[in-house]
């Protein structure tokens, strides 16, 4: 596979890292999964967008403009033949330089990107996913899409180990988002969701799930939902590039309505793939 550094293409065995690079010693750095349908991005412009606006809030400069990023990334595609479904990861790093709370000066990021095959999980699509709660105990900037994934990490391990797909986070009795996607609950058809403050990252499938509620004449709805409201819920669904819209039918112990996918979650899942084609 040839992958992306910096502004050049290389052979994946050939990216060396010095032991001392900030994305490895201090998370000093941010990235993106763009899905890829059938060699081609999807929602390239809103990730390429949120790239941007990571960076400035770390006050990270990138060696180029969106414009050439994106020819950057299209010839990802192209030099590696790619034709099917996939992601590409890409993160952007504070560079290489002598361990040093402070930022390096004249040192450049350190950036790589390099897609992978990823294909859709019909299964969970279909039949929807389990999920557990967990205390939201993450800082105040989830806007930023930061190489800082400790406590979502944690998180998405305790649901994996209660044989569940994510882990729903609150705060505050809030609900805030999940481990690596956003969280949305249907009652009397309506969609509620957290606002996209600082408590949460603004996913890219979240706006596609917003202008789908909008073409489908559904409310969206930006008010936070309790844990006491997800007993009750008509639907409960979650996105993200990697997962799309994916139906949750089981919170903790409690079985959301029938234990199947909603009629709402359906009708989004249909405009999704409708979009991505
Ligand atoms: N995660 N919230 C969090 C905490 C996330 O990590 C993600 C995405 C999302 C959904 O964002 P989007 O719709 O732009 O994919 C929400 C990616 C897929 C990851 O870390 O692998």
């Known amino acids: ?10 052979h994946h065995d050939h990216l060396k890292y010095p032991f001392e690079e900030r994305g ?23 990730h390429v967008d949120r790239l941007y606006r990571s960076a400035e809030a770390i006050k990270l400069t990138l060696p180029f403009s969106k414009e050439e990023l994106k020819d950057l990334l299209l010839e990802l595609i192209n030099r590696n033949k790619m034709k099917k479904d ?3 990861y890409l993160q952007a790093t504070r560079g290489s330089a002598p361990r040093d709370h402070i930022f390096p000066k004249d040192v450049l990021p350190n950036i790589y990107g390099y897609i992978q095959e990823l294909p859709r999980n019909v299964n969970h699509l279909n039949n929807g996913v ?14 930023i899409k930061s190489l800082n994934l400790l406590p979502n990490v944690l998180a998405k391990q305790e649901a994996s180990e209660n044989g569940c797909y994510e882990a729903i986070l609150h705060k505050d009795g809030k609900v805030t988002e999940c481990s690596s996607s956003n969280v949305y ?26 202008r789908f509620a909008k073409d489908l004449n559904i409310d969206f709805i930006e008010d936070a939902f309790s844990l006491e409201e997800i007993a009750n819920a008509d639907e409960l669904f979650l996105s993200s590039s990697t997962s799309e819209i994916l139906p949750i039918i089981q919170v903790d112990k409690t079985i ?15 405009a999704y793939e409708q979009d991505a084609k």
Not at 1 to 10: R, Y
Not at 24 to 46: A, N, P, S, W
């Open 1 to 10: 596979p040839i992958i992306l550094t910096q502004t050049k293409f290389m």
């Open 24 to 46: 490895l010693q201090f998370g000093d750095g941010i990235y993106e999964v763009i899905r890829i349908y059938q060699g081609e991005y999807y929602l390239f412009e809103e």
């Open 86 to 88: 996939g992601k590409l």
């Open 130 to 143: 389990k999920a557990i709660t967990e205390r939201d105990t993450r800082w105040e900037n989830c806007y």
């Open 185 to 210: 609950l249907v009652k009397n058809g309506k969609i509620f969701t957290h606002p996209a403050t600082n408590n949460i990252l603004h996913g890219c499938v979240r706006m596609a799930v917003e």
């Open 256 to 270: 959301i309505s029938d234990g199947k996918p909603g009629k709402v979650t359906r009708m989004l899942q249909a």
